[in-house]
């Protein structure tokens, strides 16, 4: 019997699928795909090894994962709603579990869930919020599932929205920060292939400190900037230029504009 069924497999719920599989959490005869059209669902099915899914499969499969954009999920929801799904989760934008819920049969276990991009290089950052009728045993599976693409937290449905703001915004904000500094070094004198893999390379180091060692970043960042170094003088064009101010205002930007997004 098949475990799971993805409705939707572009960028995020392939790399939802891939991420899975390859850290043996389900294997291939256990998943079965559904994307947007008949040819791509066949493209996708070959591209992973899994099945081709059709409707009669959703009230079979333990989980059903809804990966489409959030303008489709009524329509899925309303495609599915007739055969019963056992659990569905969401990874849809803006779409609150009370929209879930309202557009699924009654008391249907119900997770949405905000993960990040670099979920498909395995290390993503997902926030995950329970409906009012999944229980302990689904809110762990899918802490399991989203932990195989890099970290996961369960946290409220506002938390949830906070963080796809910060964390499922961010990579967004994190790649013009790669992009300003490549130009920097590009301006600087560097060729601008080794730029680019210098700025990436040195975000993605500075993070994982933060991670490994659990030092906040002011104290991380007092440990490289010496008294009248070129660190500090750095730092002081930044903050002349408001960076900070800039990055808080983009991640309430977005927050915004979610709040917006799931009125609708």
Same mark, same amino acid.
């Given at each position: ?124 950052? /997902? ?40 964390? !499922? ?59 009248? !170094?070129? /660190? ?33």
């Amino acid at each position: 019997m098949k475990k799971i069924m993805i409705i939707g497999c572009g960028a995020m719920g392939g790399a939802i699928l891939s991420g899975c599989l390859s850290k043996g959490l389900w294997k291939k005869e256990e998943v079965c795909v559904k994307a947007h059209t008949e040819k791509s669902t066949m493209e996708k099915a070959a591209q992973y090894g899994v099945s081709v899914a059709s409707l009669n499969d959703i009230g079979e499969v333990d989980v059903v994962i809804l990966a489409v954009k959030p303008d489709v999920i009524p329509f899925v929801l309303k495609e599915i709603n007739p055969y019963r799904p056992k659990r569905v989760i969401s990874i849809a934008a803006a779409v609150t579990v009370a929209a879930l819920e309202a557009g699924l049969p009654e008391k249907t276990p119900v997770i949405r869930v905000m993960p990040n991009t670099p979920a498909s290089v395995g290390a993503g950052m /997902t926030a995950i919020t329970a409906g009012h009728y999944a229980g302990g045993k689904f809110i762990e599976r899918a802490k399991e599932i989203f932990s195989a693409l890099g970290k996961a937290a369960v946290v409220s449905e506002r938390r949830l929205d906070e963080m796809g703001a910060l964390s !499922g915004a961010g990579p967004g904000y994190a790649f013009v920060i790669i992009d300003a500094l490549a130009d920097a070094g590009v301006r600087a004198g560097l060729p601008r292939k080794l730029a680019i893999e210098a700025a990436a390379q040195t975000l993605y180091g500075a993070a994982k400190m933060v991670l490994e060692t659990g030092k906040h970043p002011a104290e991380l960042r007092d440990g490289v900037t010496s008294p009248g !170094g070129t /660190t500090i003088a750095g730092i002081h064009a930044m903050e002349t230029r408001g960076i900070r101010a800039a990055l808080m205002d983009a991640v309430m930007a977005a927050l915004a504009k979610s709040d917006e997004m799931s009125r609708k």
